[in-house]
């Protein structure tokens, strides 16, 4: 079969590739973070918080490169699941804080098995995730830059 004609199959197609793998990984999250209480979109909110401690939602927002619109669903859901806590910065009114609560930050011993159990799911030598990974935010970064947006974030993510 010819590239061309490879081309034309759901299979020979690059986003096939990407979205199967992505289902994949997901499906292999979801029974690790269950015992936590966590979606894996919660899960990666708090892998930025146990990372960097306090931050605004728009800094979470970029991060994730998602809008603070998808966001905050998501943070209003952690508040309630008592994870973190959301408040307006005092110096910015305009600007909500969001910070991990004791029992967010107790998760993060929870969650310390996450990364190797991973690792030994994907079959794949910490160089070649690397190496993966690193391919794939180029690939991330030229979709970004064939729609003029900045690579590593949305423009439509908001600052604060």
Request: aromatic share 4%; proline share 5%; with cysteine.
């Amino acid at each position: 079969m010819s590239e061309t004609e490879d081309a034309r199959r759901l299979e020979g197609q690059f986003c096939f590739a990407l979205y199967s793998a992505t289902h994949a990984v997901m499906r292999t999250y979801r029974p690790l973070l269950e015992p936590l209480g966590l979606t894996y979109p919660q899960y990666l909110v708090m892998l930025l918080l146990w990372e960097g401690g306090t931050q605004t939602v728009g800094g979470i927002a970029e991060r994730m490169l998602l809008d603070s619109s998808t966001l905050t669903p998501l943070l209003k859901r952690l508040e309630q699941l008592g994870l973190v806590s959301r408040r307006r910065n005092p110096d910015n009114e305009r600007q909500l804080i969001v910070a991990a609560t004791a029992e967010g930050l107790a998760l993060q011993e929870k969650a310390r098995a996450i990364p190797e159990a991973i690792l030994c799911a994907s079959q794949q030598t910490v160089a070649d995730l690397v190496r993966l990974r690193d391919e794939m935010t180029a690939v991330r970064e030229a979709f970004a830059a064939s729609r003029n947006e900045s690579p590593g974030l949305r423009p439509d993510v908001d600052a604060g």
